[in-house]
Nanobody, 122 residues
């Protein structure tokens, strides 16, 4: 079992930055691929970024490539999402998730956090 708790969301102006954190419980954090997803009102949950067990491989949605950076600190059981050059279109609830494969499909992730709201004003 892995429990995930996101933090770091908030209100920011377009062009600004935020860093999301996701703290995981359990001693097996380093065995999981970690992903970030987001869901805007009236839209389906979409993939944002994912990182491999060791952090050596990352994968991003085209919409955030070059602006967002995913990283992890296995010693702290934490995964991060650094978000720069934010746009109003980035407004959503952001979720972190843990799974066993570096994939974009949300259905293949086993554990989910409760989400943190990110609002980008124009």
């Amino acid at each position: 079992q892995v429990q995930l708790v996101e933090s770091g969301g908030g209100l920011v102006q377009a062009g600004g930055s935020l860093r999301l954190s996701c703290a995981a419980s359990g001693r097996t954090f380093s065995r999981y691929v970690m992903g970030w997803f987001r869901q805007a009102p009236g839209k389906e949950r979409e993939f944002v970024a994912a990182i491999s067990w060791t952090g050596g491989k990352t994968y991003y949605a085209d919409s955030v490539k070059g602006r967002f950076t995913i990283s992890r600190d296995n010693a702290k059981n934490t995964v991060y999402l650094q978000m720069n050059s934010l746009k109003p279109a980035d407004t959503a609830v952001y979720y972190c998730a843990a799974g066993s494969s570096l994939v974009v499909a949300s259905t293949l992730y086993d554990y989910w956090g409760q989400g943190t709201q990110v609002t980008v004003s124009s």
